[in-house]
């Protein structure tokens, strides 16, 4: 029954901003690490942050670190990922993951076991 929805994606010109969320049912959220992962078409699948359950500490790919931020509203049952200075580059579908927080801190290799089915981002002009 774990299920997790992403929403917020859409068409954004280069420079704009999105704000995804990614939506827990079926369980507490705060206990999850939880992921951002991107796959445009034709491309590996991409880490792009990750946020521990506590929301202690977060990792970021280089290609968005200082663009992105992760976060996430535990009492909600919702995590965030505030996409800023949009770039084409940036085009994929993303997908929000989950995983026990047995750790105090998350890692972007790491097999996630829980997925949404995504929602697609595209840059344009």
């Known amino acids: 029954q774990l299920q997790l929805v992403e929403s917020g994606g859409g068409l954004v010109q280069p420079g704009g901003s999105l704000r995804l969320s990614c939506a827990a049912s079926g369980f507490t959220l705060r206990y999850y690490v939880i992921a951002w992962f991107r796959q445009a078409p034709g491309k590996e699948r991409e880490g792009v942050s990750c946020i521990t359950s506590r929301g202690g500490s977060t990792i970021y790919a280089m290609s968005v670190k200082d663009r992105f931020t992760i976060s996430r509203d535990n009492a909600n049952n919702t995590v965030y990922l505030q996409m800023n200075s949009l770039e084409p580059e940036d085009t994929a579908v993303y997908y929000c993951?989950?995983?026990?927080?047995?750790?105090?801190?998350?890692?972007?290799?790491?097999?996630?076991?829980?997925w949404g089915q995504g929602t697609q981002v595209t840059v344009s002009s």
């Open positions: 993951a989950a995983n026990l927080g047995v750790f105090r801190d998350c890692q972007l290799s790491w097999t996630y076991a829980h």
